[in-house]
């Protein structure tokens, strides 16, 4: 048995003439999905395994595959000849172009053996003679393949070809083996004492953890600091134990490389670590060295959810070998400039980060770690007289001791790395999106997002506030009842179908939807949303409600929110409610639309009685047609009254009022939105101020008749009052099948909506189709939960965006707007 | 919904034979979105009063509207048909009085070529321009004219007009050139109309405006409006009108409402094409490229990419269209590329350009927006040369009439010391040098009516 062991990730080059059993060989150790031959792409593209003029196109086609399966990050097998050096390098370069490596297996079999497997085949009508100048290309490659670039080539003959073993190696980074928990620590630069320290505070008793967590070091142990021989001794020793893991710095790097005798420029600290080692015995020095030159670049963790590299690492390059890949953990991704204090500049490449692993990194100082798309620097500069920083993970919590001094004097000032414009990019929204929320995944169609991306950018307020949208909201089934469409008796059956044992029936206000954003500080406010200002109230689709009265607004409503803000201790609050009067911002609708149609029905109606009542005196029989106008007029009138009913006069913002029914988020850890709807409703009704309306409703036990029929007069009496209806809503969350809401709306309220005659019409009307609203309802409310559990686990900025831009792309799927 | 139509020629019953519909009888004609009723509230010798009303069923005419009803959908089920005198109305009017409109009479030939005295009654006529204009359309036809504005609700006062009238008409005229009157000019003062307009409206119009139509001082108007604003219908119509009346077809032309001046969007773009030529940019993209008119520039000047990006996919078909990309050759169409992207998301198809223009893009951001298109037009796309036009705040008072900002959709306009400061931090973040260009007349006063940019990325030293 001939075990021959290829990297788990990587592209494996067969070679070997024709006929010498690769395709054999192939498929008797890789999955055939894992082999692209170059037999099969003559086929595809030629109709003919033998074309060989079809051969250069053949092999684009091949190149193709193989670099898609390799981004993908799928092992690859090559067969074909190979036998030309040619051949071999432009696979070899394709490895390296998605950075993975490349081995080669040669079957070298005698020339006869495979003349005579291809006379066997009547496809293969070549010559001996191909053959024969293939093995002269094969015998001339055997002696120098291995200068070829493989990272091995192993050569089969003889028996060995019928009994090799496939073995794998796994690379490496990859330690995804080990789950944690992990304390990730930043640069320590040789500052011994302040990682003692800061081990202790950790909770390490000498090296090792009570509760056997593991330590990661992120690299640059060494140079500049005070004592960089102790610190390798004490990572060298936990990583030798097994307590510790260390990625390469590029400062280790360098280290080693003077301690070769390699000729480097002694700066930036260097000088310090060559002091000290001078001052230790060869033996430590040799073992330090040692383990500086075998650490590596990167590790994956905790089956990749978490990455360590040194200056950080994208995406496409986790768990990836190559030489770039190498240089981009240890120097992060530089442009190759340099800035005014002669150090490189350094692309920000974690602003483009959109991976799912979490990259943990250090390499460039700065004031306090701070969490960009899922990365996080932890160099703070301890050297600098900053801070050592850690972090636990899973725990994403930071822990970090100070410096006891200043070890040595930085380049350039620390500084912030200041908060980047939280900048969205055009892949975290647009295309077919299947957006993965805790109760399942919800499709967005590529075309409502391109209709969403006009709403947005144009007239949505800055997405750094636009943290929710509301979902929409169906109606109950449709009521049989006279004079009804709509009634709670449906919306109470509905619940209680679905094992719902409590509902709470919340009045439904008569204005606009509104979402407030509120901080209780402007210097909170861009901690949390990166944005300056103290808040904002925006409408369903997002936009702002006022011009230039909209701060005004803010502040009187963050003013309003005080004992809220108290109570609940947080330092920042989303608020879901309705603003008041509904006239405010719907003003010039009511105008253009509802008090247009009344202007015309009261002008027009009266003169038409009239005109009827005048020929019925004549003694025409008009009398089901005066019957008819009358009872219109009379519609006309009630319809009036219903419009008009909600509209108020308001000045600057007198008159507004804003009435909040759900505290969607809060800094408290776990969402808010999915708390019980009695806790939402007594906390806000603890706030007594004018600005503020209260939401009257009342609790309905399902399992008694009566008060189910209490909760029905109260609603009729709601309604009657001219109020438009009421909100059923399970108190607790009811599972991802059960409407979050259920708006049952007044008879008189719905002539605004289906016309003032319509209750002349409701048999037609009944036939109304509310599944598309019901489905959209339940679509929007994951996703805007989503967006709510996202920003509450701060989770950045496109994270979120991308549940609420979904929202407003879903709202824009065409559904009857009655319902 | 309501028309009523009386004369006081007596024998004033003699009505019922013009209509050809006897004054004693109620009748019923079934419309497709509802019922008409003609019936007579008073027929005596001396004055006898049709009515035409009709029934409007919301429903069924909610359900014939296709999805592309726009703005406010809701507005396909509240809407004031069934009360307002609408094309619905007319269209009813034309149908159930058919013969009546043509002038046709048998038994009271004379009379229906005769003018009688007519009074015609609209409670709520739905008339976009004010009562002024019922009475401009009327009256040359010798109508004498009561346009009464209704308010849009009593209890709300401040709310003002609706834009209905009660309309009353009074004069001389013959019934079938009354009808005539009616039928064109109702769906010309409400300005819309319920169905298609299709080729054949022209034929409709020519035949009813026979006789009056051409010589109508508004017929410009009155053509554009009814032809929905369909230009190619309005434009065979004027030729056509112009043989009826005799009339040379130039002084039909609408009057020009643009100044004879180079409008400034002219300016702008060949300010912008020519900085262009002169950064020698060989490769450009248009950042909220709207319909295209630039792209179109760029290509004339030899520009051999061109990019534009709109937000709205909307206005990218527009502008696919009057580019007519679809027809073009296969080397010109290489040069161009059209997609949807927005200037606050970063789109690695921005990078790779010499030059990206923003030409009057920027003042339709929010301000707080502003650094995210900054950082992915000059971080992340990083082109040569970037292009910024925008509007000079400080020219606006040169401006007759205008009142606040130029567009209803700015959201700021700035001075030149703003844009220039605007534009300094952003050089000096992104590492760019900038000029200043003025495009248009440059008042020595408050400046050109727009102000340009050119930032040019720093050479690495």
Same mark, same amino acid.
Request: hydrophobic residues 40%; negative net charge; proline residues 6%.
């Given at each position: 048995?001939?075990?021959?062991?290829?990297?788990?990730?990587?592209?494996?080059?067969?070679?070997? !003439?024709?006929?010498?059993?690769?395709?054999?060989?192939? /498929?008797?150790?890789?999955?055939?999905?894992?082999?692209?031959?170059?037999?099969?792409?003559?086929?595809?593209?030629?109709?003919?395994?033998?074309?060989?003029?079809?051969?250069?196109?053949?092999?684009?086609? %091949?190149?193709?595959?193989?670099?898609?399966?390799?981004?993908?990050?799928?092992?690859?097998?090559?067969?074909?000849?190979?036998?030309?050096?040619?051949?071999?390098?432009?696979?070899?370069?394709?490895?390296?172009?998605?950075?993975?490596?490349?081995?080669?297996?040669?079957?070298?079999?005698?020339?006869?053996?495979?003349?005579?497997?291809?006379?066997?085949?009547?496809?293969?009508?070549?010559?001996?003679?191909?053959?024969?100048?293939?093995?002269?290309?094969?015998?001339?490659?055997?002696?120098?393949?291995?200068?070829?670039?493989?990272?091995?080539?192993?050569?089969?003959?003889?028996?060995?070809?019928?009994? /090799?073993?496939?073995?794998?190696?796994?690379?490496?980074?990859?330690?995804?083996? %080990?789950?944690?928990?992990?304390?990730?620590?930043?640069?320590?630069?040789?500052?011994?004492?302040?990682?003692?320290?800061?081990?202790?505070?950790?909770?390490?008793?000498?090296?090792?953890?009570?509760?056997?967590?593991?330590?990661?070091?992120?690299?640059?142990?060494?140079?500049?600091?005070?004592?960089?021989?102790?610190?390798?001794?004490?990572?060298?020793?936990?990583?030798?134990?097994?307590?510790?893991?260390?990625?390469?710095?590029? #400062?280790?790097?360098?280290?080693?490389?003077?301690?070769?005798?390699?000729?480097?420029?002694?700066?930036?600290?260097?000088?310090?670590?060559?002091?000290?080692?001078?001052?230790?015995?060869?033996?430590?020095?040799?073992?330090?060295?040692?383990?500086?030159?075998?650490?590596?670049?990167?590790?994956?963790?905790?089956?990749?959810?978490?990455?360590?590299?040194?200056?950080?690492?994208?995406?496409?390059?986790?768990?990836?070998?190559?030489?770039?890949?190498?240089?981009?953990?240890?120097?992060?991704?530089?442009?190759?400039?340099?800035?005014?204090?002669?150090?490189?500049?350094?692309?920000?490449?974690?602003?483009?980060?959109?991976?799912?692993?979490?990259?943990?990194?250090?390499?460039?100082?700065?004031?306090?770690?701070?969490?960009?798309?899922?990365?996080?620097?932890?160099?703070?500069?301890?050297?600098?007289?900053?801070?050592?920083?850690?972090?636990?993970?899973?725990?994403?919590?930071?822990?970090?001791?100070?410096?006891?001094?200043?070890?040595?004097?930085?380049?350039?000032?620390?500084?912030?790395?200041?908060?980047?414009?939280?900048?969205?990019?055009?892949?975290?929204?647009?295309?077919?999106?299947?957006?993965?929320?805790?109760?399942?995944?919800?499709?967005?169609?590529?075309?409502?997002?391109?209709?969403?991306?006009?709403?947005?950018?144009?007239?949505?307020?800055?997405?750094?506030?636009?943290?929710?949208?509301?979902?929409?909201?169906?109606?109950?089934?449709?009521?049989?009842?006279?004079?009804?469409?709509?009634?709670?008796?449906?919306?109470?059956?509905?619940?209680?179908?679905?094992?719902?044992?409590?509902?709470?029936?919340?009045?439904?206000?008569?204005?606009?939807?509104? !979402?407030?954003?509120?901080?209780?500080?402007?210097?909170?406010?861009?901690?949390?949303?990166?944005?300056?200002?103290?808040?904002?109230?925006?409408?369903?689709?997002?936009?702002?409600?006022?011009?230039?009265?909209?701060?005004?607004?803010?502040?009187?409503?963050?003013?309003?929110?005080?004992?809220?803000?108290?109570?609940?201790?947080?330092?920042?609050?989303?608020?879901?409610?309705?603003?008041?009067?509904?006239?405010?911002?719907?003003?010039?609708?009511?105008?253009?639309?509802?008090?247009? !149609?009344?202007?015309?029905?009261?002008?027009?109606?009266?003169?038409?009685?009239?005109?009827?009542?005048?020929?019925?005196?004549?003694?025409?029989?008009?009398?089901?047609?005066?019957?008819?106008?009358?009872?219109?007029?009379?519609?006309?009138?009630?319809?009036?009254?219903?419009?008009?009913?909600?509209?108020?006069?308001?000045?600057?913002?007198?008159?507004?009022?804003?009435?909040?029914?759900?505290?969607?988020?809060? /800094?408290?850890?776990?969402?808010?939105?999915?708390?019980?709807?009695?806790?939402?409703?007594?906390?806000?009704?603890?706030?007594? #101020?004018?600005?503020?309306?209260?939401?009257?409703?009342?609790?309905?036990?399902?399992?008694?008749?009566?008060?189910?029929?209490?909760?029905?007069?109260?609603?009729?009496? %709601?309604?009657?009052?001219?109020?438009?209806?009421?909100?059923?809503?399970?108190?607790?969350?009811?599972?991802?099948?059960?409407?979050?809401?259920?708006?049952?709306?007044?008879?008189?309220?719905?002539?605004?909506?289906?016309?003032?005659?319509?209750?002349?019409?409701?048999?037609?009307?009944?036939?109304?189709?509310?599944?598309?609203?019901?489905?959209?309802?339940?679509?929007?409310?994951?996703?805007?939960?989503?967006?709510?559990?996202?920003?509450?686990?701060?989770?950045?900025?496109?994270?979120?965006?991308?549940?609420?831009?979904?929202?407003?792309?879903?709202?824009?799927?065409?559904?009857?707007?009655?319902? | 919904?309501?028309?009523?139509?009386?004369?006081?020629?007596?024998?004033?019953?003699?009505?019922?034979?013009?209509?050809?519909?006897?004054?004693? +009888?109620?009748?019923?004609?079934?419309?497709?979105?509802?019922?008409?009723?003609?019936?007579?509230?008073?027929?005596?010798?001396?004055?006898?009063?049709?009515?035409?009303?009709?029934?409007?069923?919301?429903?069924?005419?909610?359900?014939?509207?296709?999805?592309?009803?726009?703005?406010?959908?809701?507005?396909?089920?509240?809407?004031?048909?069934?009360?307002?005198?609408?094309?619905?109305?007319?269209?009813?009017?034309?149908?159930?009085? =058919?013969?009546?409109?043509?002038?046709?009479?048998?038994? =009271?030939?004379?009379?229906?070529?005769?003018?009688?005295?007519?009074?015609?009654?609209?409670?709520?006529?739905?008339?976009? &321009?004010?009562?002024?204009?019922?009475?401009?359309?009327?009256?040359?036809? &010798?109508?004498?004219?009561?346009?009464?504005?209704?308010?849009?609700?009593?209890?709300?006062?401040?709310?003002?007009?609706?834009?209905?009238?009660?309309?009353?008409?009074?004069?001389?005229?013959?019934?079938?050139?009354?009808?005539?009157?009616?039928?064109?000019?109702?769906?010309?003062?409400?300005?819309?109309?319920?169905?298609?307009?299709?080729?054949?409206?022209?034929?409709?119009?020519?035949?009813?405006?026979?006789?009056?139509?051409?010589?109508?001082?508004?017929?410009?108007?009155?053509?554009?409006?009814?032809?929905?604003?369909?230009?190619?219908?309005?434009?065979?119509?004027?030729?056509?009108?112009?043989?009826?009346?005799?009339?040379?077809?130039?002084?039909?032309?609408?009057?020009?409402?643009?100044?004879?001046?180079?409008?400034?969007?002219?300016?702008?773009?060949?300010?912008?094409?020519?900085?262009?030529?002169?950064?020698?940019?060989?490769?450009?993209?248009?950042?909220?490229? &709207?319909?295209?008119?630039?792209?179109?520039?760029?290509?004339?000047?030899?520009?051999?990419?061109?990019?534009?990006?709109?937000?709205?996919?909307?206005?990218?078909?527009?502008?696919?269209?009057?580019?007519?990309?679809?027809?073009?050759?296969?080397?010109? =169409?290489?040069?161009?590329?059209?997609?949807?992207?927005?200037?606050?998301?970063?789109?690695?198809?921005?990078?790779?350009?010499?030059?990206?223009?923003?030409?009057?893009?920027?003042?339709?951001?929010?301000?707080?927006?502003?650094?995210?298109?900054?950082?992915?037009?000059?971080?992340?796309?990083?082109? +040569?040369?970037?292009?910024?036009?925008?509007?000079?705040?400080?020219?606006?008072?040169?401006?007759?009439?205008?009142?606040?900002?130029?567009?209803?959709?700015?959201?700021?306009?700035?001075?030149?010391?703003?844009?220039?400061?605007?534009?300094?931090?952003?050089?000096?973040?992104?590492?760019?040098?900038?000029?200043?260009?003025?495009?248009?007349?440059?008042?020595?006063?408050?400046?050109?009516?727009?102000?340009?940019?050119?930032?040019?990325?720093?050479?690495?030293?």
């Amino acid at each position: 048995m001939t075990e021959i062991s290829v990297p788990a990730l990587s592209l494996v080059v067969l070679v070997g !003439v024709s006929g010498s059993g690769k395709s054999t060989f192939a /498929a008797k150790h890789f999955k055939p999905t894992q082999v692209v031959s170059s037999d099969y792409c003559r086929g595809l593209v030629a109709d003919d395994e033998n074309d060989q003029s079809a051969t250069p196109e053949a092999f684009d086609l %091949l190149h193709h595959i193989v670099g898609v399966r390799l981004r993908r990050g799928l092992l690859t097998v090559v067969d074909a000849t190979n036998v030309q050096w040619k051949a071999r390098q432009s696979l070899i370069a394709l490895a390296k172009s998605h950075d993975v490596l490349c081995d080669a297996i040669v079957l070298d079999v005698p020339e006869e053996v495979a003349v005579a497997r291809n006379a066997f085949r009547p496809d293969r009508d070549f010559g001996a003679h191909v053959i024969r100048r293939q093995r002269n290309d094969l015998r001339q490659s055997l002696s120098k393949i291995s200068r070829d670039g493989f990272r091995r080539v192993h050569v089969l003959r003889g028996d060995d070809i019928e009994n /090799a073993v496939i073995g794998y190696e796994r690379a490496w980074t990859d330690r995804t083996d %080990l789950t944690g928990p992990f304390d990730v620590i930043g640069d320590v630069h040789g500052c011994a004492s302040e990682l003692e320290t800061l081990l202790a505070r950790l909770g390490y008793d000498d090296g090792v953890h009570p509760e056997n967590r593991t330590a990661v070091f992120v690299g640059d142990l060494v140079d500049r600091g005070p004592d960089s021989p102790a610190v390798l001794r004490r990572v060298m020793g936990m990583v030798e134990r097994g307590t510790a893991l260390c990625v390469s710095g590029n #400062h280790e790097q360098k280290l080693v490389r003077a301690l070769n005798g390699r000729k480097v420029r002694v700066a930036h600290g260097l000088e310090k670590s060559l002091e000290q080692f001078a001052l230790e015995d060869e033996a430590f020095t040799q073992r330090a060295r040692a383990f500086m030159d075998g650490l590596i670049s990167h590790y994956r963790l905790d089956g990749g959810r978490l990455v360590v590299a040194h200056a950080g690492l994208k995406e496409a390059y986790h768990g990836r070998a190559s030489g770039r890949v190498r240089s981009f953990a240890l120097y992060g991704d530089t442009t190759g400039e340099t800035d005014e204090y002669g150090l490189p500049v350094r692309y920000p490449w974690a602003e483009q980060y959109r991976g799912k692993a979490m990259v943990v990194y250090g390499h460039t100082p700065t004031t306090h770690a701070e969490w960009v798309n899922n990365t996080i620097c932890l160099d703070t500069g301890v050297v600098f007289g900053g801070r050592l920083t850690a972090l636990r993970y899973p725990e994403k919590e930071i822990v970090s001791v100070p410096a006891e001094r200043v070890w040595y004097e930085p380049a350039r000032p620390l500084t912030s790395r200041g908060r980047e414009p939280d900048v969205l990019d055009i892949g975290d929204v647009t295309g077919d999106r299947y957006v993965e929320t805790s109760t399942g995944t919800v499709k967005i169609r590529e075309e409502n997002a391109t209709a969403a991306l006009e709403i947005m950018s144009r007239f949505a307020v800055d997405p750094r506030w636009l943290v929710y949208l509301p979902p929409t909201m169906a109606p109950p089934e449709t009521s049989r009842r006279d004079g009804h469409l709509e009634h709670p008796d449906e919306a109470f059956a509905e619940f209680a179908a679905a094992g719902v044992k409590r509902v709470v029936c919340e009045e439904k206000h008569m204005g606009s939807r509104a !979402v407030a954003v509120l901080a209780r500080t402007p210097e909170e406010a861009l901690a949390k949303f990166g944005i300056e200002g103290l808040g904002t109230v925006f409408t369903r689709t997002g936009r702002p409600f006022f011009g230039e009265r909209q701060e005004e607004f803010v502040h009187a409503l963050r003013e309003a929110f005080d004992p809220l803000f108290a109570t609940l201790d947080t330092p920042w609050l989303v608020l879901d409610g309705e603003l008041l009067p509904w006239s405010a911002k719907a003003g010039d609708l009511i105008r253009s639309q509802y008090a247009s !149609v009344g202007a015309a029905a009261s002008a027009a109606l009266p003169v038409a009685v009239a005109a009827l009542e005048a020929a019925a005196g004549r003694g025409l029989d008009v009398g089901s047609i005066l019957d008819r106008t009358r009872r219109r007029h009379a519609n006309a009138a009630r319809f009036r009254e219903a419009y008009a009913r909600y509209c108020g006069p308001v000045s600057g913002i007198s008159g507004l009022r804003f009435a909040p029914f759900q505290i969607l988020a809060c /800094a408290e850890g776990a969402t808010a939105v999915t708390r019980s709807h009695d806790w939402h409703l007594d906390h806000l009704a603890a706030i007594g #101020h004018p600005l503020i309306a209260a939401t009257r409703h009342t609790y309905v036990d399902l399992d008694d008749d009566d008060q189910r029929a209490a909760a029905t007069r109260w609603w009729t009496g %709601l309604t009657a009052a001219g109020g438009e209806g009421m909100v059923v809503k399970p108190v607790a969350p009811a599972g991802n099948r059960v409407q979050p809401g259920i708006k049952v709306r007044g008879p008189e309220y719905l002539r605004i909506i289906y016309g003032p005659d319509y209750l002349e019409s409701l048999d037609d009307l009944r036939r109304r189709f509310l599944g598309r609203k019901r489905s959209l309802a339940l679509r929007e409310h994951s996703l805007g939960v989503e967006a709510l559990s996202r920003l509450a686990a701060g989770e950045p900025l496109h994270r979120v965006h991308e549940a609420v831009f979904s929202v407003l792309a879903l709202e824009c799927e065409p559904v009857d707007p009655r319902l | 919904m309501l028309l009523t139509i009386s004369t006081t020629r007596a024998p004033a019953t003699d009505l019922g034979f013009l209509l050809h519909k006897h004054p004693g +009888r109620v009748q019923e004609f079934p419309r497709a979105f509802g019922v008409a009723h003609v019936f007579y509230p008073e027929a005596t010798d001396e004055r006898c009063t049709a009515a035409l009303l009709l029934e409007v069923d919301a429903v069924r005419l909610a359900r014939t509207r296709g999805k592309a009803t726009p703005e406010f959908s809701l507005g396909q089920y509240v809407n004031d048909r069934p009360y307002a005198a609408s094309s619905l109305l007319s269209t009813a009017m034309a149908d159930v009085f =058919r013969t009546a409109r043509s002038g046709r009479c048998n038994a =009271r030939p004379e009379l229906a070529e005769t003018a009688i005295p007519l009074e015609i009654t609209l409670p709520a006529l739905p008339c976009r &321009g004010g009562p002024g204009l019922a009475r401009r359309l009327f009256e040359p036809m &010798g109508w004498d004219v009561t346009a009464e504005p209704i308010p849009l609700d009593p209890a709300f006062p401040e709310w003002g007009e609706s834009r209905y009238v009660t309309l009353t008409l009074k004069g001389e005229q013959r019934l079938a050139d009354a009808l005539n009157h009616l039928y064109v000019l109702l769906p010309v003062l409400d300005d819309a109309k319920h169905y298609w307009i299709a080729e054949d409206e022209v034929d409709k119009l020519i035949r009813a405006g026979e006789g009056w139509l051409a010589a109508h001082p508004d017929l410009t108007l009155i053509t554009k409006r009814f032809l929905n604003r369909r230009t190619a219908l309005t434009r065979a119509a004027f030729a056509r009108l112009a043989e009826v009346g005799d009339d040379d077809e130039e002084t039909l032309e609408p009057p020009a409402e643009e100044e004879v001046r180079v409008p400034l969007n002219t300016l702008r773009r060949d300010a912008v094409t020519a900085a262009v030529g002169e950064l020698g940019a060989r490769t450009v993209i248009d950042l909220g490229c &709207g319909s295209g008119q630039l792209i179109l520039a760029l290509l004339d000047e030899g520009v051999q990419k061109i990019t534009g990006v709109d937000v709205s996919a909307h206005t990218l078909m527009i502008a696919a269209r009057r580019l007519k990309l679809d027809r073009m050759g296969s080397r010109t =169409r290489e040069r161009v590329e059209l997609f949807q992207g927005s200037v606050t998301y970063t789109d690695a198809r921005f990078a790779g350009y010499d030059a990206a223009v923003l030409m009057e893009v920027v003042e339709h951001l929010d301000p707080p927006r502003l650094p995210a298109m900054e950082r992915v037009v000059f971080g992340t796309a990083q082109p +040569r040369h970037v292009l910024v036009t925008t509007p000079n705040a400080e020219y606006n008072p040169r401006y007759e009439n205008l009142t606040g900002l130029r567009h209803p959709d700015h959201r700021f306009e700035w001075t030149r010391a703003e844009f220039r400061a605007w534009a300094d931090g952003v050089a000096g973040r992104y590492g760019y040098d900038v000029e200043f260009r003025p495009v248009g007349d440059d008042d020595p006063e408050v400046g050109p009516p727009t102000q340009m940019a050119v930032f040019t990325k720093e050479t690495q030293a």
